[in-house]
């Protein structure tokens, strides 16, 4: 399978700060996604991007697929947006997700 | 809509004993997952489902058995417990144009 690399593993910023959360794979990946898992260990879906640019609100994603990497960015941030990111994404096989092990935010008020 | 939900949301086993978790989900999704994830880790793939009928192995098989009898519901099964199958698990379905996964809340899972 492909190797997902996530950086950085822990990030700690002060409410307001920007960020950029990197997830690099191994090889040409497909339906990448960016997860948030809150402090109660919920999943929520952030980014459906197999390719280009999406924007929700003070989050954003970039996926360069030919350069197998994915970029996740948080403006101004809050203390909400505390809790573990996860990029996931598939090679090959169609339905074989592959999950990068995770950057934990923790944003100080 | 509820989503996916999982059935139960806790369980303590022993070693040796069975049990089967519940996947459901009522988004008419073609596809569904089973993952697991262990403290400080990514989720990693144990069985996947693309239609009823169907099931394929992923990246960490071993020890789990699933079915997938209607296109609602995935039931993942622990035949013989072990104490390294102590994990959360988490289900997801996708519909087959996009391939987005949405997940459930999770099982806590202790073996002793």
């Known amino acids: 399978g492909i190797q997902v690399e996530q950086s950085p593993p822990d990030l700690i910023l002060q409410e307001g700060a920007n960020s950029t959360l990197r997830c690099n794979f191994s090889?040409?990946?497909?339906?990448l996604q960016w997860f948030h898992q809150n402090p109660w260990g919920q999943l929520i879906n952030l980014f459906y991007?197999?390719?280009g640019t999406k924007q929700n609100g003070r989050l954003s994603a970039t996926t360069v697929a030919t350069e197998r990497y994915s970029l996740l960015y948080i403006s101004s941030s809050q203390t909400t947006d505390s809790g573990v990111y996860f990029c996931?994404?598939?090679?090959?096989?169609?339905?074989?997700?592959?999950f990068g092990s995770g950057t934990k935010l923790n944003v100080k008020p | 809509n509820a989503g996916v939900t999982q059935t139960p949301k806790f369980r303590v086993l022993k070693t040796g004993q069975s049990m089967t978790l519940l996947c459901a989900q009522d988004?008419?999704?073609?596809?569904m997952y089973w993952y697991r994830q262990d403290p400080g880790m990514g989720l990693r793939l144990i069985h996947y489902?693309?239609?009823?009928?169907?099931?394929a192995k992923g990246e960490v098989p071993d020890g789990y058995n699933v079915s997938r009898l209607k296109k609602q519901n995935f039931l993942l099964g622990l035949e013989s417990a072990a104490p390294s199958q102590t994990s959360v698990y988490f289900c997801?379905?996708?519909?087959?144009?996009?391939?987005?996964?949405?997940f459930g809340p999770g099982t806590r899972l202790t073996v002793l």
């Open positions: 997801a379905s996708s519909p087959r144009s996009t391939n987005e996964q949405f």
């Open positions: 090889d040409s990946v497909n339906n």
């Open positions: 991007i197999p390719s």
């Open positions: 996931a994404g598939t090679s090959g096989n169609f339905n074989k997700f592959y």
């Open positions: 988004m008419n999704h073609e596809y």
């Open positions: 489902s693309v239609g009823e009928g169907t099931t």
